[in-house]
């Protein structure tokens, strides 16, 4: 009766530390796979935020450099141009 007993204790014990195991082992996958998920959402939005403030910082020199070539032409036009000993020069800039 007691080796009986102690089996089905022992039986037991090896069926519920197997099945927590596994359940652990479940568990971490699930937990492995949903930190994968949030590091990657997290790194998009950090992307995005770069790229925004990369995107804000051109815009605004873009808008320095023309406001400042405006104010060089006015200053140029005021001083009566740009000449050489022969005149006036006209030239096309290419970008």
């Known amino acids: 009766m007691v080796a009986l007993a102690t089996g089905c ?3 037991t014990g090896i069926t519920v530390g197997g099945v927590s195991a596994w359940q652990s082992s479940e568990f971490a996958d699930e937990a492995r796979a949903d930190v994968e998920e ?3 959402d997290d ?3 950090t992307a995005g935020g ?3 403030v990369v995107a804000t ?3 605004s020199t873009a808008a320095k450099v023309d406001s400042d070539l405006a104010v060089a032409q ?3 036009a005021q001083a009566g141009g740009f000449r050489l000993d022969r ?3 006209t030239w096309q ?3």
Do not use: S
């Open 43 to 45: 790194l998009t939005q």
């Open 50 to 52: 770069v790229y925004d």
């Open 9 to 11: 204790v022992v039986a």
């Open 93 to 95: 800039a290419k970008n």
């Open 57 to 59: 910082q051109g815009a």
């Open 74 to 76: 006015h200053v140029l």
């Open 38 to 40: 949030l590091v990657a």
């Open 87 to 89: 005149g006036t020069v």
